[in-house]
Protein backbone atom coordinates (compact mmCIF):
# COMPACT_ATOMS: atom_id res chain seq x y z
CA UNK A 1 0.00 0.00 0.00
CA UNK A 2 1.93 3.25 -1.13
CA UNK A 3 0.39 6.41 1.16
CA UNK A 4 -0.37 9.77 -0.25
CA UNK A 5 1.80 11.30 2.00
CA UNK A 6 4.32 9.19 0.19
CA UNK A 7 3.25 10.58 -3.55
CA UNK A 8 7.22 12.93 -3.52
CA UNK A 9 8.99 10.33 -2.50
CA UNK A 10 10.83 8.30 -5.62
CA UNK A 11 10.70 5.12 -7.19
CA UNK A 12 13.41 2.73 -6.53
CA UNK A 13 15.02 0.18 -9.36
CA UNK A 14 17.51 -2.07 -9.04
CA UNK A 15 19.11 -4.78 -11.60
CA UNK A 16 22.27 -6.80 -12.08
CA UNK A 17 23.67 -4.15 -14.30
CA UNK A 18 22.93 -1.51 -17.02
CA UNK A 19 20.08 -3.78 -19.03
CA UNK A 20 17.32 -2.23 -16.56
CA UNK A 21 17.65 1.20 -17.41
CA UNK A 22 15.06 -0.27 -20.31
CA UNK A 23 12.51 -0.39 -17.80
CA UNK A 24 13.82 2.66 -16.04
CA UNK A 25 12.94 4.30 -19.89
CA UNK A 26 9.44 2.69 -19.75
CA UNK A 27 8.75 4.20 -16.29
CA UNK A 28 9.63 7.61 -17.49
CA UNK A 29 7.38 7.63 -20.47
CA UNK A 30 4.15 6.24 -18.54
CA UNK A 31 5.09 8.44 -15.49
CA UNK A 32 7.24 10.94 -16.49
CA UNK A 33 6.85 13.35 -13.46
CA UNK A 34 8.28 10.65 -11.22
CA UNK A 35 11.75 11.05 -9.07
CA UNK A 36 13.72 7.56 -10.07
CA UNK A 37 16.13 6.20 -7.81
CA UNK A 38 18.39 3.66 -9.85
CA UNK A 39 21.22 0.91 -8.56
CA UNK A 40 23.07 -1.83 -10.85
CA UNK A 41 25.28 -3.82 -9.47
CA UNK A 42 27.55 -3.89 -12.19
CA UNK A 43 30.82 -5.46 -9.62
CA UNK A 44 28.83 -8.32 -9.33
CA UNK A 45 26.96 -8.49 -12.67
CA UNK A 46 25.92 -10.90 -14.32
CA UNK A 47 23.81 -12.85 -11.79
CA UNK A 48 22.21 -15.08 -15.02
CA UNK A 49 25.05 -17.30 -14.27
CA UNK A 50 24.85 -17.65 -10.14
CA UNK A 51 23.22 -20.23 -7.97
CA UNK A 52 19.80 -19.07 -6.55
CA UNK A 53 21.06 -18.14 -2.97
CA UNK A 54 23.88 -15.85 -4.41
CA UNK A 55 21.83 -14.02 -6.91
CA UNK A 56 18.67 -13.47 -3.35
CA UNK A 57 21.81 -12.49 -1.20
CA UNK A 58 22.99 -9.99 -3.51
CA UNK A 59 19.34 -8.63 -4.63
CA UNK A 60 18.60 -8.04 -0.85
CA UNK A 61 21.96 -6.07 -0.54
CA UNK A 62 20.57 -4.47 -3.67
CA UNK A 63 16.86 -3.67 -2.58
CA UNK A 64 18.32 -2.91 0.99
CA UNK A 65 20.58 0.38 -0.65
CA UNK A 66 17.36 2.07 -2.41
CA UNK A 67 14.99 1.59 0.81
CA UNK A 68 17.71 3.16 2.43
CA UNK A 69 17.05 5.97 -0.19
CA UNK A 70 13.31 5.86 1.44
CA UNK A 71 11.80 4.87 -1.81
CA UNK A 72 7.91 4.00 -2.05
CA UNK A 73 8.11 1.28 -4.35
CA UNK A 74 10.76 -1.30 -5.76
CA UNK A 75 11.28 -2.76 -8.95
CA UNK A 76 12.87 -5.34 -9.94
CA UNK A 77 14.26 -5.51 -13.34
CA UNK A 78 16.29 -7.73 -13.60
CA UNK A 79 14.49 -11.17 -14.18
CA UNK A 80 17.18 -13.21 -12.87
CA UNK A 81 16.44 -12.06 -9.23
CA UNK A 82 12.51 -11.74 -9.59
CA UNK A 83 12.86 -15.10 -10.38
CA UNK A 84 15.02 -16.32 -7.73
CA UNK A 85 14.75 -13.75 -4.89
CA UNK A 86 11.04 -12.08 -5.07
CA UNK A 87 9.41 -13.80 -1.91
CA UNK A 88 12.94 -12.76 -0.23
CA UNK A 89 12.69 -9.62 -1.44
CA UNK A 90 8.67 -8.80 -0.64
CA UNK A 91 9.37 -10.32 2.86
CA UNK A 92 12.38 -7.68 3.45
CA UNK A 93 10.02 -4.47 2.42
CA UNK A 94 7.61 -1.90 4.16
CA UNK A 95 7.06 -0.99 0.10
CA UNK A 96 5.62 -3.04 -2.54
CA UNK A 97 8.16 -4.90 -4.84
CA UNK A 98 7.14 -5.46 -8.40
CA UNK A 99 9.28 -8.03 -10.45
CA UNK A 100 10.12 -8.65 -13.80
CA UNK A 101 8.16 -12.04 -14.01
CA UNK A 102 4.65 -11.70 -13.36
CA UNK A 103 4.23 -8.31 -15.96
CA UNK A 104 6.19 -10.27 -18.12
CA UNK A 105 4.00 -13.38 -18.55
CA UNK A 106 0.81 -11.00 -18.91
CA UNK A 107 2.51 -9.36 -21.95
CA UNK A 108 2.74 -13.04 -23.27
CA UNK A 109 -0.78 -13.98 -22.48
CA UNK A 110 -2.50 -10.78 -23.91
CA UNK A 111 -0.25 -11.25 -27.15
CA UNK A 112 -0.61 -15.34 -27.68
CA UNK A 113 -3.33 -15.98 -30.26
CA UNK A 114 -2.93 -20.25 -29.73
CA UNK A 115 -1.49 -20.66 -26.36
CA UNK A 116 2.39 -21.56 -27.53
CA UNK A 117 4.49 -19.49 -25.71
CA UNK A 118 8.75 -19.39 -25.83
CA UNK A 119 10.71 -18.12 -23.37
CA UNK A 120 14.61 -17.04 -23.25
CA UNK A 121 16.42 -15.74 -20.92
CA UNK A 122 19.54 -16.30 -18.65
CA UNK A 123 20.49 -20.05 -17.36
CA UNK A 124 18.89 -18.84 -13.43
CA UNK A 125 16.12 -17.31 -14.97
CA UNK A 126 15.19 -20.58 -17.15
CA UNK A 127 16.05 -22.78 -14.41
CA UNK A 128 13.55 -21.23 -11.60
CA UNK A 129 10.77 -21.81 -13.55
CA UNK A 130 9.23 -18.62 -12.88
CA UNK A 131 7.83 -18.10 -16.01
CA UNK A 132 5.99 -21.43 -16.03
CA UNK A 133 4.30 -20.71 -12.57
CA UNK A 134 3.55 -17.19 -13.86
CA UNK A 135 2.57 -18.98 -17.10
CA UNK A 136 0.26 -21.90 -15.66
CA UNK A 137 -2.60 -19.41 -14.32
CA UNK A 138 -4.16 -20.43 -17.99
CA UNK A 139 -3.89 -23.98 -18.18
CA UNK A 140 -4.48 -23.85 -22.20
CA UNK A 141 -0.68 -22.23 -22.45
CA UNK A 142 2.08 -24.58 -23.38
CA UNK A 143 5.45 -23.13 -22.59
CA UNK A 144 8.93 -23.73 -23.93
CA UNK A 145 12.05 -21.72 -22.41
CA UNK A 146 15.72 -21.48 -23.31
CA UNK A 147 18.82 -20.01 -21.63
CA UNK A 148 20.42 -17.76 -24.15
CA UNK A 149 24.09 -16.87 -22.26
CA UNK A 150 25.36 -14.74 -25.56
CA UNK A 151 22.77 -12.66 -26.05
CA UNK A 152 23.98 -10.46 -22.81
CA UNK A 153 27.50 -9.87 -24.20
CA UNK A 154 26.33 -9.18 -28.05
CA UNK A 155 23.86 -6.54 -26.82
CA UNK A 156 26.70 -5.08 -24.95
CA UNK A 157 29.52 -5.08 -27.71
CA UNK A 158 26.70 -3.36 -29.85
CA UNK A 159 26.11 -6.14 -32.07
CA UNK A 160 22.59 -5.56 -32.67
CA UNK A 161 22.16 -4.78 -36.24
CA UNK A 162 19.16 -7.08 -37.64
CA UNK A 163 21.73 -8.07 -40.56
CA UNK A 164 24.71 -8.45 -38.08
CA UNK A 165 26.24 -12.12 -39.36
CA UNK A 166 27.18 -12.33 -36.00
CA UNK A 167 23.91 -12.00 -34.06
CA UNK A 168 21.98 -13.87 -36.76
CA UNK A 169 24.57 -16.62 -36.17
CA UNK A 170 24.42 -16.35 -32.68
CA UNK A 171 20.31 -15.88 -32.79
CA UNK A 172 19.85 -19.00 -35.60
CA UNK A 173 21.17 -21.55 -32.32
CA UNK A 174 19.27 -20.67 -29.88
CA UNK A 175 16.03 -19.81 -31.67
CA UNK A 176 16.65 -23.07 -33.33
CA UNK A 177 16.82 -25.06 -30.46
CA UNK A 178 14.01 -23.38 -29.16
CA UNK A 179 11.64 -23.99 -32.38
CA UNK A 180 12.80 -27.67 -31.85
CA UNK A 181 11.26 -28.19 -28.67
CA UNK A 182 7.97 -26.07 -29.99
CA UNK A 183 7.35 -25.58 -33.48
CA UNK A 184 4.23 -23.91 -32.75
CA UNK A 185 5.58 -21.06 -30.47
CA UNK A 186 3.41 -17.59 -31.68
CA UNK A 187 4.15 -15.39 -28.92
CA UNK A 188 8.07 -15.28 -27.80
CA UNK A 189 9.35 -13.44 -23.99
CA UNK A 190 12.47 -11.50 -23.95
CA UNK A 191 12.65 -12.47 -20.27
CA UNK A 192 15.69 -10.50 -19.85
CA UNK A 193 16.28 -6.37 -19.18
CA UNK A 194 19.18 -7.19 -22.24
CA UNK A 195 17.78 -8.81 -24.88
CA UNK A 196 15.31 -5.83 -25.76
CA UNK A 197 18.27 -4.58 -27.96
CA UNK A 198 18.32 -7.53 -29.84
CA UNK A 199 14.57 -7.57 -30.65
CA UNK A 200 15.22 -6.49 -34.52
CA UNK A 201 17.58 -9.76 -34.96
CA UNK A 202 15.48 -12.16 -32.46
CA UNK A 203 12.14 -11.27 -34.17
CA UNK A 204 13.24 -11.40 -37.62
CA UNK A 205 15.26 -14.87 -36.64
CA UNK A 206 11.96 -15.92 -35.14
CA UNK A 207 9.35 -15.44 -37.77
CA UNK A 208 11.92 -17.13 -40.24
CA UNK A 209 11.98 -20.56 -37.78
CA UNK A 210 8.22 -20.18 -38.30
CA UNK A 211 7.51 -19.01 -41.11
CA UNK A 212 4.92 -16.70 -40.33
CA UNK A 213 4.35 -13.32 -37.39
CA UNK A 214 5.54 -14.66 -33.61
CA UNK A 215 4.94 -11.91 -31.23
CA UNK A 216 8.07 -10.81 -29.52
CA UNK A 217 7.08 -9.37 -25.59
CA UNK A 218 9.08 -8.16 -22.63
CA UNK A 219 8.65 -7.05 -19.24
CA UNK A 220 9.33 -3.45 -19.30
CA UNK A 221 6.40 -1.77 -21.07
CA UNK A 222 4.55 -3.78 -18.43
CA UNK A 223 6.33 -3.26 -15.08
CA UNK A 224 5.80 0.29 -15.97
CA UNK A 225 2.29 -0.39 -16.31
CA UNK A 226 2.19 -2.29 -12.50
CA UNK A 227 3.65 0.81 -11.24
CA UNK A 228 1.40 2.99 -12.68
CA UNK A 229 -1.65 0.80 -10.85
CA UNK A 230 0.27 0.58 -7.46
CA UNK A 231 0.42 4.33 -7.57
CA UNK A 232 -2.94 4.23 -8.79
CA UNK A 233 -2.50 6.65 -10.87
CA UNK A 234 -4.57 7.35 -14.29
CA UNK A 235 -3.58 7.39 -17.89
CA UNK A 236 -0.32 8.72 -18.53
CA UNK A 237 -0.14 12.78 -17.96
CA UNK A 238 2.91 13.79 -20.18
CA UNK A 239 3.71 16.97 -20.34
CA UNK A 240 1.10 18.36 -17.52
CA UNK A 241 3.88 18.47 -15.03
CA UNK A 242 7.84 19.08 -14.41
CA UNK A 243 10.20 15.99 -15.66
CA UNK A 244 10.96 13.84 -12.77
CA UNK A 245 14.39 13.21 -11.36
CA UNK A 246 16.80 10.48 -12.35
CA UNK A 247 19.66 9.24 -10.36
CA UNK A 248 21.88 6.65 -11.28
CA UNK A 249 24.17 4.06 -8.89
CA UNK A 250 26.45 1.60 -9.79
CA UNK A 251 29.06 -0.88 -7.86
CA UNK A 252 31.26 -0.67 -10.58
CA UNK A 253 31.76 1.65 -13.33
CA UNK A 254 33.44 0.43 -16.01
CA UNK A 255 32.08 1.51 -19.76
CA UNK A 256 28.47 2.59 -18.50
CA UNK A 257 28.49 6.26 -20.19
CA UNK A 258 29.44 4.38 -23.68
CA UNK A 259 26.80 1.49 -22.69
CA UNK A 260 23.92 2.92 -20.38
CA UNK A 261 22.68 5.56 -23.64
CA UNK A 262 21.59 2.49 -25.52
CA UNK A 263 19.86 0.74 -22.91
CA UNK A 264 17.91 4.30 -21.18
CA UNK A 265 17.29 5.91 -24.49
CA UNK A 266 18.82 9.35 -23.19
CA UNK A 267 21.89 10.65 -21.59
CA UNK A 268 22.99 9.53 -18.72
CA UNK A 269 24.43 12.15 -16.54
CA UNK A 270 26.31 10.37 -14.21
CA UNK A 271 26.62 7.51 -12.02
CA UNK A 272 27.49 7.68 -8.39
CA UNK A 273 29.60 4.95 -7.59
CA UNK A 274 28.45 2.74 -4.53
CA UNK A 275 29.85 0.12 -2.32
CA UNK A 276 27.28 -2.36 -0.96
CA UNK B 1 61.25 -17.09 -1.46
CA UNK B 2 60.22 -20.75 -0.34
CA UNK B 3 61.70 -22.16 2.41
CA UNK B 4 62.73 -26.45 2.22
CA UNK B 5 60.59 -26.44 5.64
CA UNK B 6 57.91 -25.25 3.32
CA UNK B 7 58.19 -27.61 1.18
CA UNK B 8 54.97 -29.95 1.83
CA UNK B 9 52.57 -26.98 1.54
CA UNK B 10 50.61 -26.60 -1.39
CA UNK B 11 50.53 -24.09 -4.01
CA UNK B 12 47.77 -22.07 -4.19
CA UNK B 13 45.72 -20.88 -7.61
CA UNK B 14 43.08 -18.76 -7.85
CA UNK B 15 40.78 -17.03 -10.94
CA UNK B 16 37.62 -14.72 -11.49
CA UNK B 17 36.25 -18.49 -12.29
CA UNK B 18 36.64 -21.57 -13.50
CA UNK B 19 39.11 -21.08 -17.26
CA UNK B 20 42.32 -21.17 -14.18
CA UNK B 21 41.89 -24.86 -14.40
CA UNK B 22 43.93 -24.68 -17.42
CA UNK B 23 46.55 -23.57 -15.27
CA UNK B 24 46.10 -26.36 -12.55
CA UNK B 25 46.05 -28.73 -15.76
CA UNK B 26 49.20 -27.12 -16.81
CA UNK B 27 50.49 -27.17 -12.94
CA UNK B 28 49.74 -30.82 -12.31
CA UNK B 29 51.56 -31.49 -15.62
CA UNK B 30 55.02 -30.24 -14.83
CA UNK B 31 54.71 -30.55 -10.61
CA UNK B 32 52.46 -33.99 -10.09
CA UNK B 33 53.60 -34.18 -6.68
CA UNK B 34 52.16 -31.07 -6.22
CA UNK B 35 49.22 -30.90 -3.54
CA UNK B 36 46.87 -27.71 -5.34
CA UNK B 37 44.35 -25.05 -3.56
CA UNK B 38 42.12 -23.68 -6.26
CA UNK B 39 40.06 -20.96 -5.98
CA UNK B 40 37.41 -19.39 -8.46
CA UNK B 41 35.20 -16.62 -7.31
CA UNK B 42 32.37 -17.62 -9.70
CA UNK B 43 30.11 -15.75 -7.58
CA UNK B 44 31.77 -12.06 -8.73
CA UNK B 45 33.25 -14.06 -12.27
CA UNK B 46 33.63 -12.20 -14.59
CA UNK B 47 36.84 -9.42 -13.62
CA UNK B 48 37.14 -8.79 -17.58
CA UNK B 49 34.45 -6.10 -17.53
CA UNK B 50 34.99 -4.35 -14.12
CA UNK B 51 37.19 -1.71 -13.13
CA UNK B 52 41.03 -1.62 -11.95
CA UNK B 53 39.61 -1.12 -8.00
CA UNK B 54 37.23 -3.55 -8.14
CA UNK B 55 39.36 -6.28 -9.37
CA UNK B 56 42.05 -5.36 -6.87
CA UNK B 57 39.91 -5.69 -3.94
CA UNK B 58 38.13 -9.12 -5.19
CA UNK B 59 42.23 -10.36 -5.92
CA UNK B 60 43.04 -9.51 -2.52
CA UNK B 61 39.92 -11.17 -0.87
CA UNK B 62 41.08 -14.66 -3.21
CA UNK B 63 44.79 -14.50 -2.37
CA UNK B 64 43.87 -13.93 1.76
CA UNK B 65 41.69 -16.95 0.94
CA UNK B 66 44.40 -19.07 0.11
CA UNK B 67 47.32 -17.71 2.23
CA UNK B 68 44.59 -18.38 5.00
CA UNK B 69 45.12 -22.33 4.22
CA UNK B 70 48.88 -21.71 4.57
CA UNK B 71 50.25 -22.17 0.38
CA UNK B 72 53.83 -21.54 -0.44
CA UNK B 73 53.12 -19.93 -3.36
CA UNK B 74 50.53 -17.83 -5.09
CA UNK B 75 49.60 -18.51 -8.57
CA UNK B 76 47.00 -15.76 -10.37
CA UNK B 77 45.74 -17.49 -13.39
CA UNK B 78 43.41 -14.70 -14.06
CA UNK B 79 45.12 -12.57 -16.60
CA UNK B 80 42.66 -9.39 -15.36
CA UNK B 81 43.62 -9.85 -11.94
CA UNK B 82 47.55 -10.27 -13.22
CA UNK B 83 47.10 -6.94 -15.25
CA UNK B 84 45.40 -4.94 -12.07
CA UNK B 85 46.22 -6.11 -9.35
CA UNK B 86 49.92 -8.05 -9.38
CA UNK B 87 51.65 -5.17 -7.25
CA UNK B 88 49.04 -5.41 -4.37
CA UNK B 89 48.90 -8.81 -4.41
CA UNK B 90 52.70 -9.00 -4.08
CA UNK B 91 52.59 -6.46 -1.19
CA UNK B 92 50.21 -8.32 0.64
CA UNK B 93 51.80 -11.62 0.47
CA UNK B 94 54.63 -13.08 2.54
CA UNK B 95 55.02 -16.01 -0.11
CA UNK B 96 56.03 -15.34 -3.67
CA UNK B 97 53.25 -14.27 -6.07
CA UNK B 98 53.12 -15.62 -9.96
CA UNK B 99 50.67 -13.10 -12.30
CA UNK B 100 50.09 -14.87 -15.85
CA UNK B 101 51.34 -11.35 -17.86
CA UNK B 102 54.85 -12.00 -18.04
CA UNK B 103 55.23 -15.90 -18.36
CA UNK B 104 52.66 -15.07 -21.35
CA UNK B 105 54.93 -12.48 -22.55
CA UNK B 106 57.60 -14.79 -22.49
CA UNK B 107 56.23 -17.44 -24.49
CA UNK B 108 55.36 -14.51 -27.00
CA UNK B 109 58.88 -13.62 -26.76
CA UNK B 110 60.21 -17.03 -27.70
CA UNK B 111 57.94 -17.74 -30.20
CA UNK B 112 57.41 -14.56 -32.87
CA UNK B 113 59.58 -14.46 -35.57
CA UNK B 114 59.44 -10.91 -36.72
CA UNK B 115 58.19 -9.29 -33.66
CA UNK B 116 54.58 -8.59 -34.57
CA UNK B 117 52.80 -9.76 -31.71
CA UNK B 118 48.82 -9.73 -30.99
CA UNK B 119 47.29 -9.91 -27.39
CA UNK B 120 43.51 -10.82 -27.37
CA UNK B 121 41.79 -10.57 -23.46
CA UNK B 122 39.61 -8.81 -21.58
CA UNK B 123 38.39 -5.74 -21.51
CA UNK B 124 40.41 -5.31 -18.08
CA UNK B 125 43.92 -6.71 -19.55
CA UNK B 126 43.98 -4.61 -22.46
CA UNK B 127 42.99 -1.40 -20.86
CA UNK B 128 45.81 -1.73 -18.26
CA UNK B 129 48.27 -2.24 -21.05
CA UNK B 130 50.47 -5.04 -19.11
CA UNK B 131 51.15 -7.12 -21.48
CA UNK B 132 52.28 -4.10 -23.61
CA UNK B 133 54.91 -3.15 -20.79
CA UNK B 134 55.52 -6.43 -20.45
CA UNK B 135 56.66 -6.98 -23.81
CA UNK B 136 58.44 -3.85 -24.16
CA UNK B 137 61.81 -5.81 -22.66
CA UNK B 138 62.62 -5.82 -26.50
CA UNK B 139 62.29 -2.85 -28.26
CA UNK B 140 61.73 -4.75 -31.44
CA UNK B 141 58.67 -5.50 -30.90
CA UNK B 142 55.02 -4.23 -32.00
CA UNK B 143 52.31 -4.67 -29.80
CA UNK B 144 48.36 -5.22 -31.16
CA UNK B 145 45.45 -5.82 -28.57
CA UNK B 146 42.13 -6.41 -28.58
CA UNK B 147 39.57 -6.96 -26.48
CA UNK B 148 37.14 -10.51 -27.13
CA UNK B 149 34.56 -10.06 -24.47
CA UNK B 150 32.09 -13.03 -26.36
CA UNK B 151 35.04 -15.39 -26.56
CA UNK B 152 34.65 -16.19 -22.91
CA UNK B 153 30.47 -17.54 -23.20
CA UNK B 154 31.55 -19.01 -26.42
CA UNK B 155 33.84 -21.34 -24.34
CA UNK B 156 31.34 -21.54 -21.45
CA UNK B 157 28.51 -22.65 -24.21
CA UNK B 158 31.13 -25.55 -25.45
CA UNK B 159 30.63 -23.90 -28.81
CA UNK B 160 34.33 -24.41 -29.47
CA UNK B 161 34.61 -26.71 -32.49
CA UNK B 162 36.81 -25.40 -35.22
CA UNK B 163 33.93 -25.58 -38.12
CA UNK B 164 31.40 -23.93 -35.08
CA UNK B 165 29.65 -21.46 -37.12
CA UNK B 166 28.82 -19.00 -34.34
CA UNK B 167 32.57 -19.39 -32.89
CA UNK B 168 33.95 -18.95 -36.40
CA UNK B 169 31.85 -15.47 -36.90
CA UNK B 170 32.68 -14.19 -33.74
CA UNK B 171 36.40 -15.03 -34.33
CA UNK B 172 36.62 -14.12 -37.70
CA UNK B 173 34.94 -10.04 -36.27
CA UNK B 174 37.56 -9.81 -33.77
CA UNK B 175 40.67 -11.18 -35.46
CA UNK B 176 39.32 -9.31 -38.06
CA UNK B 177 39.68 -6.09 -36.20
CA UNK B 178 42.80 -7.00 -34.80
CA UNK B 179 44.73 -8.07 -38.05
CA UNK B 180 43.66 -4.46 -39.47
CA UNK B 181 45.91 -3.09 -36.63
CA UNK B 182 48.71 -4.76 -38.03
CA UNK B 183 48.22 -7.22 -41.01
CA UNK B 184 52.44 -8.87 -40.13
CA UNK B 185 51.11 -10.22 -36.49
CA UNK B 186 52.68 -13.62 -36.52
CA UNK B 187 52.24 -14.31 -32.61
CA UNK B 188 48.67 -14.56 -31.07
CA UNK B 189 48.75 -14.68 -27.19
CA UNK B 190 45.69 -16.25 -25.75
CA UNK B 191 45.53 -13.87 -22.46
CA UNK B 192 42.36 -15.08 -20.69
CA UNK B 193 42.23 -18.43 -19.48
CA UNK B 194 38.71 -19.03 -21.21
CA UNK B 195 40.80 -18.71 -24.71
CA UNK B 196 42.77 -22.26 -25.11
CA UNK B 197 39.51 -23.57 -25.43
CA UNK B 198 39.08 -21.51 -28.09
CA UNK B 199 42.40 -22.94 -29.55
CA UNK B 200 41.49 -24.14 -32.57
CA UNK B 201 39.13 -21.62 -34.11
CA UNK B 202 41.25 -18.94 -33.23
CA UNK B 203 44.66 -20.53 -34.66
CA UNK B 204 42.29 -21.64 -38.24
CA UNK B 205 40.88 -17.72 -38.65
CA UNK B 206 44.24 -16.07 -37.65
CA UNK B 207 46.14 -18.07 -40.17
CA UNK B 208 43.37 -17.72 -42.51
CA UNK B 209 43.56 -13.70 -42.10
CA UNK B 210 47.66 -13.86 -41.86
CA UNK B 211 47.89 -15.97 -44.98
CA UNK B 212 50.18 -17.93 -43.80
CA UNK B 213 51.40 -19.45 -40.23
CA UNK B 214 50.96 -17.38 -36.88
CA UNK B 215 51.95 -18.98 -33.36
CA UNK B 216 49.41 -18.89 -30.91
CA UNK B 217 50.43 -19.10 -27.41
CA UNK B 218 48.59 -18.99 -23.64
CA UNK B 219 50.14 -18.28 -19.91
CA UNK B 220 49.28 -22.04 -18.26
CA UNK B 221 52.47 -23.75 -19.64
CA UNK B 222 54.99 -20.94 -18.75
CA UNK B 223 53.27 -20.12 -15.47
CA UNK B 224 53.62 -23.70 -14.32
CA UNK B 225 57.51 -23.54 -15.51
CA UNK B 226 57.65 -20.02 -13.55
CA UNK B 227 56.29 -21.91 -10.22
CA UNK B 228 58.82 -24.78 -10.95
CA UNK B 229 61.92 -22.32 -11.05
CA UNK B 230 60.46 -20.89 -7.76
CA UNK B 231 60.01 -23.65 -6.60
CA UNK B 232 63.73 -24.39 -7.73
CA UNK B 233 62.14 -28.06 -8.90
CA UNK B 234 64.32 -29.95 -12.18
CA UNK B 235 62.73 -31.74 -14.94
CA UNK B 236 59.06 -32.87 -14.30
CA UNK B 237 59.23 -35.91 -12.06
CA UNK B 238 56.03 -37.79 -13.29
CA UNK B 239 55.50 -40.99 -12.03
CA UNK B 240 58.35 -40.99 -9.30
CA UNK B 241 55.86 -40.45 -6.81
CA UNK B 242 52.02 -40.01 -5.57
CA UNK B 243 49.92 -37.47 -7.55
CA UNK B 244 49.42 -34.47 -5.86
CA UNK B 245 46.06 -34.00 -4.11
CA UNK B 246 43.98 -30.81 -5.78
CA UNK B 247 41.13 -29.51 -3.91
CA UNK B 248 38.76 -26.79 -5.35
CA UNK B 249 36.85 -24.22 -3.85
CA UNK B 250 34.51 -21.58 -5.76
CA UNK B 251 32.48 -18.54 -4.16
CA UNK B 252 29.11 -20.02 -6.13
CA UNK B 253 28.23 -23.22 -7.50
CA UNK B 254 26.20 -23.28 -11.14
CA UNK B 255 27.41 -25.50 -13.47
CA UNK B 256 30.86 -26.22 -12.30
CA UNK B 257 30.06 -29.88 -12.42
CA UNK B 258 30.01 -29.33 -16.53
CA UNK B 259 32.22 -26.69 -17.18
CA UNK B 260 35.14 -27.57 -14.88
CA UNK B 261 36.46 -30.98 -16.28
CA UNK B 262 36.34 -28.86 -20.10
CA UNK B 263 38.94 -26.44 -18.61
CA UNK B 264 40.77 -29.14 -16.05
CA UNK B 265 41.19 -32.14 -18.37
CA UNK B 266 40.20 -34.50 -15.86
CA UNK B 267 37.17 -35.01 -13.56
CA UNK B 268 36.93 -32.26 -10.56
CA UNK B 269 35.73 -34.68 -7.55
CA UNK B 270 34.18 -31.33 -5.76
CA UNK B 271 34.15 -28.07 -4.90
CA UNK B 272 33.55 -26.06 -2.05
CA UNK B 273 31.52 -23.56 -1.38
CA UNK B 274 33.09 -20.65 0.18
CA UNK B 275 32.21 -17.19 1.12
CA UNK B 276 34.33 -14.36 0.88
Known sequence: ?????????????????????????????????????????????????????TVERYSLACQAFLLARDVKLVLIACNTASANALPALRGASPVPVIGAVDPGAESALAATRDGH?????TLGTVRSGAYERALAARTDVRVSSLAC??????????????????????????LGELFALDPAIDTLVLGCTHYPLLRGVITATACELAGRAVAVVDSATAMAEAAARTLRRGPSALAQGERGQLACHATDISRLDEIAPRFLGEDVTSFELVDL
Not at 4 to 27: C, E, M, N, Q
Not at 117 to 121: L, R, Y
Open 149 to 174: PLFVPLAEEGWTEPDDEVARAVARRY
Open 1 to 53: MVLVTDARKPIGVFDSGVGGLTVVRALRARLPGEDIVYLGDTARVPYGSKSPR
Open 117 to 121: IGVIG
